[in-house]
């Protein structure tokens, strides 16, 4: 069982950079793969980004691709969107999610969610 819960979320203004965090709490954290997943009011959840668990490949949606960065910290239990850049239209949600299977942009295939946190950009 892994339980997750993300922070660092907050209201910045287009061109702002800001940093969330997903502190994860079970002993077989370190072993999950993990997903940074978004859903703006009336859509879908989407994949944002993604990183395996020895953080040695990463994954990134085509829309923040160059302008977010998911890291790792396994020591800390804590995984890490660095978000730069920011456009109104990343406004959203974002949870972060745990799987154990392999790494994914599919939503199905993360066993673990996060209750989310709520970014919001004003152009």
């Known amino acids: 069982q892994v339980q997750l819960v993300e922070s660092g979320g907050g209201m910045v203004q287009a061109g702002d950079s800001l940093r969330l965090s997903c502190a994860g709490s079970?002993?077989?954290?370190?072993?999950?793969?993990m997903g940074w997943f978004r859903q703006a009011p009336g859509k879908e959840r989407e994949f944002v980004a993604a990183?395996?668990?020895?953080?040695?490949?990463?994954l990134y949606a085509g829309a923040v691709k160059g302008r977010f960065t998911v890291s790792r910290d396994n020591a800390k239990n804590t995984v890490y969107l660095q978000m730069s850049d920011l456009k109104a239209e990343d406004t959203a949600v974002y949870y972060c999610?745990?799987?154990?299977?392999?790494?994914?942009?599919?939503?199905?295939?993360?066993?673990?969610w996060g209750q989310g946190t709520q970014v919001t950009v004003s152009s």
């Open positions: 079970g002993r077989t954290f370190n072993s999950y793969h």
């Open positions: 999610a745990a799987t154990n299977s392999y790494l994914s942009t599919a939503a199905f295939q993360y066993d673990y």
């Open positions: 990183i395996t668990w020895s953080d040695i490949k990463t």
